[in-house]
């Protein structure tokens, strides 16, 4: 099952594939932003040594750790992954994503969550996604999407969206 959520996914404007060890230089560049991570508990993670950690993290994780990168300029734009696949719930987690500024407003996340999304719904019920109760931005994006806030879990919010809910979006 966990192998399902490797394969490398696009549309005309993303190509999200395997994050390998050669990605670290990009993708820190993308992440060395200090705004990216400011609504975020973890808002040092623009320093080296700190999204180092970040990064091996998902590189380790058992569902992958995707690249976001453009089809257009080859650009890396951010990172995103799949974690925490319940079988016995059928369900999973997205998460531990992060956009350059520069594409921020321009549709490229819900672009990648809609890819993200749909692979999923083709094994599981519901996806969930953790966001800190102060990252007002990835919120309002879960939102758009049709994700509904959920239980609290200290300082988070639960989103929720199930895969009824999702085949209801044109």
Same mark, same amino acid.
């Given at each position: +099952?966990k192998?399902?959520?490797? %394969?490398? &996914?696009e549309?005309?404007?993303?190509?999200?594939?395997?994050?390998? /060890?050669?990605?670290?230089?990009a &993708? @820190?560049?993308?992440?060395?932003? #200090?705004e *990216?991570w400011?609504q975020?508990n973890?808002?040092? #993670?623009?320093?080296?040594?700190?999204?180092r950690v970040f990064f091996e $993290?998902?590189?380790k994780?058992?569902l992958?750790?995707?690249?976001i990168q453009? =089809?257009?300029t080859?650009? %890396?734009?951010?990172?995103?992954r799949y @974690?925490k696949?319940?079988?016995?719930?059928?369900c &999973? #987690?997205i998460?531990?994503?992060f956009?350059?500024?520069?594409?921020?407003?321009?549709?490229?996340?819900?672009?990648? =969550?809609?890819? +993200?999304?749909?692979?999923?719904? !083709?094994w599981?019920?519901?996806v969930?996604?953790?966001v @800190? $109760?102060?990252n007002?931005r990835s !919120?309002?994006a879960?939102?758009?999407l049709?994700a509904?806030?959920?239980? #609290?879990?200290g300082?988070?919010?639960i989103?929720?969206?199930?895969r009824? /809910?999702? /085949?209801? *979006?044109?």
């Amino acid at each position: +099952m966990k192998t399902r959520f490797h %394969i490398p &996914l696009e549309d005309e404007v993303v190509l999200l594939r395997s994050t390998t /060890e050669a990605d670290y230089e990009a &993708l @820190y560049s993308a992440a060395s932003d #200090r705004e *990216i991570w400011a609504q975020h508990n973890a808002h040092d #993670r623009w320093k080296p040594e700190v999204f180092r950690v970040f990064f091996e $993290e998902g590189l380790k994780n058992d569902l992958g750790m995707f690249v976001i990168q453009s =089809k257009m300029t080859g650009k %890396i734009l951010g990172s995103t992954r799949y @974690y925490k696949y319940d079988a016995e719930g059928n369900c &999973l #987690r997205i998460g531990y994503t992060f956009f350059d500024r520069s594409v921020w407003g321009t549709g490229v996340n819900t672009k990648v =969550k809609k890819l +993200m999304l749909d692979r999923a719904f !083709q094994w599981v019920d519901r996806v969930f996604f953790d966001v @800190y $109760e102060k990252n007002f931005r990835s !919120q309002k994006a879960l939102k758009k999407l049709g994700a509904v806030p959920g239980e #609290r879990t200290g300082d988070k919010v639960i989103f929720v969206l199930d895969r009824v /809910e999702w /085949e209801k *979006i044109p």
